[in-house]
């Protein structure tokens, strides 16, 4: 949470600022603010309560001279409210000469704060981040040092953070520093940049470093040096950016959201690209940290993730189980690691993130490693922390997701736990290989049956637009339907602001029936009615009992079973394919639907309220 981006170099800075912070406002948007030294050597800053439009005009008001060197901030509240006076940057020292932003929390801030409030210190905002703004002014003062004074106390601070300080007697240089936040370098010619993430700087370089733990980092125009938090030199590895800025803007969508629902039959079709022959074998490349015989001495997979990306692994762990034979168990990341699992080095940690920076996942993988268990992530972001401290890792190719709530990065994650699960299985043998193949092909086809999906979305988009006064909605699912349901579910209360829950439908008359009320509405994913042992009549059975109580039905079924009308006010078809791969098709008109929802309640469809892409604090 919290994006933060720095510049040093000919351009206009206050220009990569604020585009490094347009690509970054998904990472907070309470407050943005910047700082700038202009030639003649001044700090000037500019910060502003709410969206960075707010900053923008801010500007606009009271300009700001041009500058060869800055920092940039977009906030996601933790301590103090989303005010002027709370938004970085944070200035420290008596003559304010020294700017700082952060991402994370410093834990430790309370007794820092007690330590400098004693020395005479006057605080102008209620964050724990003014702290180390006021240390690192007091240190600098007493050595004229910038880069000494910042590493004796970035090691001081305990918790999470992404630092970056400019100051206006050492005008030449940005200082960063890294400790469970994410933060990369972008080398340019004759300039270099920090960033949140690449984003911040895609436009203008695709040579990026992904900085480590405890690392900083002293950026110049000409030069960048990494050192460890213990003063040792660390020579960094260079990547290149696979995707470049137009694939992280809105082009000619409403909103990123409809963009990246867009994108999904060639997020689908990427993640599958030279993995899966057209034969239906797998071959995964970058698994190397995993040998078969690691692979057939598993005993169990506990699947980690949060949110919609624990919703992936719930449908994951079906194709996974069936096929490997391999007992998988999903645990929301933040629930896991505090009741003691049982992990041995017979278990296999798979943890799905978009971002791979979401912290309650990296602090799950860390204590399982702590334990002895194979780490192998499934992530979108290339040099994410996630993907660096696993050991082996299937990257998503879904390209940026910008908008908050996670579409393209689902339908990838379950595409990527498919060509685990049947690679898995090959390894394992359980389950005969022309099963294996068989399904293998058939994945093939997915790209193709989702841009059918794609087109035919309107009637999803009228129905949500419809329903824009629907007090409730709930979603109804068995088996891999299930998942899909909670997906549903979540896609409407973070966008819509509703109350909407997802049920495994078999579950309905233990209790959740007494909801059913005359006129309310149910989607229910139906499973294909092709298969031997189908739930297909049980969930047919499942819709009769709640419309009998008054609820207004929106099937989601496939093509030709026609059975369903029946049954349904309203019925949205999706292509035939193998059940359980089905996932990857029937989410998409819930995704569709929660938009128009949204977008006809007149809501931010890429920012909904409190939330933040990446959740980088636990
Ligand atoms: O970056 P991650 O995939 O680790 O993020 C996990 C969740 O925070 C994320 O999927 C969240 O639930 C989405 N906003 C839902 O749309």
Same mark, same amino acid.
């Given at each position: 949470m919290c994006g933060i981006v720095g510049y040093v170099g000919p351009k206009s800075t206050l220009d990569v600022l604020i585009g490094g912070l347009r690509r970054l406002e998904y990472r907070g948007y309470d407050s943005a603010g910047v700082s700038?030294?202009?030639?003649?050597?001044?700090?000037?800053?500019?910060?502003?309560?709410?969206?960075?439009?707010?900053?923008?005009?801010?500007?606009e008001e009271h300009p700001l001279p041009t500058a060869h060197i800055g920092i940039g901030h977009t906030r996601w509240a933790t301590h103090g409210a989303p005010t002027d006076g709370n938004a970085h940057p944070h200035l420290g020292g008596q003559r304010q000469k020294l700017s700082l932003i952060h991402n994370g929390i410093i834990e430790n801030f309370a007794e820092l704060k007690a330590e400098l409030v004693a020395e005479g210190t006057t605080f102008s905002s209620e964050?724990?981040?003014?702290?180390?703004?006021?240390?690192?002014?007091?240190?600098?003062?007493?050595?004229?040092?910038?880069?000494?004074?910042?590493?004796?106390?970035?090691?001081?601070?305990?918790?999470?953070?992404?630092?970056?300080? !400019?100051?206006?007697d050492q005008p030449?240089?940005?200082?960063?520093?890294?400790?469970?936040?994410?933060?990369? !370098?972008?080398?340019?010619d004759g300039e270099?940049?920090?960033?949140?993430?690449?984003?911040?700087?895609?436009?203008?370089?695709?040579?990026?470093?992904?900085?480590?733990?405890?690392?900083?980092?002293?950026?110049?125009?000409?030069s960048v040096e990494v050192r460890s938090f213990d003063g040792k030199t660390v020579q960094p590895e260079e990547f290149t950016v696979d995707w470049d800025a137009s694939a992280a803007s809105k082009g000619g969508w409403s909103s990123f959201m409809a963009k990246e629902i867009?994108?999904?039959?060639?997020?689908?079709?990427?993640?599958?690209?030279?993995?899966?022959?057209?034969?239906?074998?797998?071959?995964?490349?970058?698994?190397?940290?995993?040998?078969?015989?690691? !692979?057939?001495?598993?005993?169990?997979?506990? !699947?980690?993730?949060?949110?919609?990306?624990?919703?992936?692994?719930?449908?994951?762990?079906?194709?996974?189980?069936?096929?490997?034979?391999?007992?998988?168990?999903?645990?929301?990341?933040?629930?896991?690691?505090?009741?003691?699992?049982?992990?041995?080095?017979?278990?296999?940690?798979?943890?799905?993130?978009?971002?791979?920076?979401?912290?309650?996942?990296?602090?799950?993988?860390?204590?399982?490693?702590?334990?002895?268990a194979k780490v192998l992530a499934i992530c979108n972001t290339q040099g994410a922390t996630l993907a660096r401290e696993s050991d082996a890792v299937i990257y998503t190719h879904a390209g940026p997701e910008v908008a908050v709530a996670s579409t393209k990065a689902l339908t990838a994650q379950i595409t990527a736990g498919y060509l685990l699960g049947l690679w898995l299985a090959s390894i394992r043998g359980a389950v005969p290989a022309a099963e294996l193949k068989r399904v293998g092909i058939d994945l093939l086809k997915m790209p193709g049956r989702v841009s059918q999906v794609i087109a035919g979305l309107e009637q999803a988009q009228r129905l949500g637009t419809s329903m824009a006064d629907a007090k409730s909605v709930l979603f109804l699912g068995r088996n891999v339907g299930f998942p899909v349901a909670m997906e549903g579910a979540l896609k409407l209360k973070e966008l819509a602001y509703i109350h909407a829950e997802g049920f495994a439908a078999g579950e309905l008359k233990h209790g959740p029936i007494a909801l059913i009320e005359e006129g309310q509405p149910v989607i229910v994913i139906v499973p294909s009615p092709r298969d031997e042992d189908s739930l297909h009549p049980k969930v047919i059975s499942n819709i009769q009992e709640i419309r009998a109580r008054g609820a207004k039905i929106i099937a989601i079924a496939e093509e030709g079973d026609e059975q369903v009308s029946n049954y349904a006010e309203n019925v949205i078809f999706v292509p035939r394919c193998e059940t359980l791969l089905a996932p990857i098709l029937t989410v998409i008109p819930l995704q569709a639907f929660a938009l128009a929802l949204s977008t006809a309640k007149g809501l931010d469809v890429d920012q909904p309220r409190n939330l933040a892409k990446s959740v980088t604090v636990e």
């Amino acid at each position: 949470m919290c994006g933060i981006v720095g510049y040093v170099g000919p351009k206009s800075t206050l220009d990569v600022l604020i585009g490094g912070l347009r690509r970054l406002e998904y990472r907070g948007y309470d407050s943005a603010g910047v700082s700038v030294i202009s030639p003649d050597g001044h700090l000037e800053t500019r910060k502003k309560a709410g969206k960075l439009v707010n900053l923008v005009a801010e500007i606009e008001e009271h300009p700001l001279p041009t500058a060869h060197i800055g920092i940039g901030h977009t906030r996601w509240a933790t301590h103090g409210a989303p005010t002027d006076g709370n938004a970085h940057p944070h200035l420290g020292g008596q003559r304010q000469k020294l700017s700082l932003i952060h991402n994370g929390i410093i834990e430790n801030f309370a007794e820092l704060k007690a330590e400098l409030v004693a020395e005479g210190t006057t605080f102008s905002s209620e964050t724990d981040s003014e702290v180390a703004a006021h240390l690192i002014a007091r240190e600098f003062e007493k050595s004229g040092d910038l880069a000494k004074a910042f590493a004796s106390v970035v090691v001081r601070l305990h918790g999470a953070f992404t630092i970056l300080v !400019i100051h206006e007697d050492q005008p030449d240089m940005v200082l960063a520093a890294r400790r469970n936040a994410p933060l990369v !370098i972008g080398l340019g010619d004759g300039e270099n940049f920090l960033g949140s993430d690449v984003a911040a700087f895609v436009e203008h370089t695709k040579r990026a470093i992904s900085v480590g733990q405890d690392e900083i980092v002293i950026l110049r125009a000409g030069s960048v040096e990494v050192r460890s938090f213990d003063g040792k030199t660390v020579q960094p590895e260079e990547f290149t950016v696979d995707w470049d800025a137009s694939a992280a803007s809105k082009g000619g969508w409403s909103s990123f959201m409809a963009k990246e629902i867009a994108d999904q039959p060639q997020a689908v079709a990427d993640t599958l690209m030279g993995r899966l022959n057209s034969d239906g074998s797998v071959r995964l490349t970058e698994t190397d940290g995993l040998s078969h015989e690691d !692979i057939k001495n598993l005993e169990r997979i506990i !699947i980690v993730a949060c949110g919609t990306a624990s919703y992936a692994g719930d449908i994951a762990k079906y194709g996974i189980e069936k096929w490997s034979r391999i007992p998988v168990q999903v645990e929301l990341s933040h629930e896991f690691r505090y009741r003691d699992p049982i992990i041995t080095k017979n278990t296999l940690i798979v943890a799905i993130s978009q971002s791979g920076e979401t912290m309650d996942t990296l602090m799950a993988i860390r204590y399982a490693k702590e334990l002895g268990a194979k780490v192998l992530a499934i992530c979108n972001t290339q040099g994410a922390t996630l993907a660096r401290e696993s050991d082996a890792v299937i990257y998503t190719h879904a390209g940026p997701e910008v908008a908050v709530a996670s579409t393209k990065a689902l339908t990838a994650q379950i595409t990527a736990g498919y060509l685990l699960g049947l690679w898995l299985a090959s390894i394992r043998g359980a389950v005969p290989a022309a099963e294996l193949k068989r399904v293998g092909i058939d994945l093939l086809k997915m790209p193709g049956r989702v841009s059918q999906v794609i087109a035919g979305l309107e009637q999803a988009q009228r129905l949500g637009t419809s329903m824009a006064d629907a007090k409730s909605v709930l979603f109804l699912g068995r088996n891999v339907g299930f998942p899909v349901a909670m997906e549903g579910a979540l896609k409407l209360k973070e966008l819509a602001y509703i109350h909407a829950e997802g049920f495994a439908a078999g579950e309905l008359k233990h209790g959740p029936i007494a909801l059913i009320e005359e006129g309310q509405p149910v989607i229910v994913i139906v499973p294909s009615p092709r298969d031997e042992d189908s739930l297909h009549p049980k969930v047919i059975s499942n819709i009769q009992e709640i419309r009998a109580r008054g609820a207004k039905i929106i099937a989601i079924a496939e093509e030709g079973d026609e059975q369903v009308s029946n049954y349904a006010e309203n019925v949205i078809f999706v292509p035939r394919c193998e059940t359980l791969l089905a996932p990857i098709l029937t989410v998409i008109p819930l995704q569709a639907f929660a938009l128009a929802l949204s977008t006809a309640k007149g809501l931010d469809v890429d920012q909904p309220r409190n939330l933040a892409k990446s959740v980088t604090v636990e």
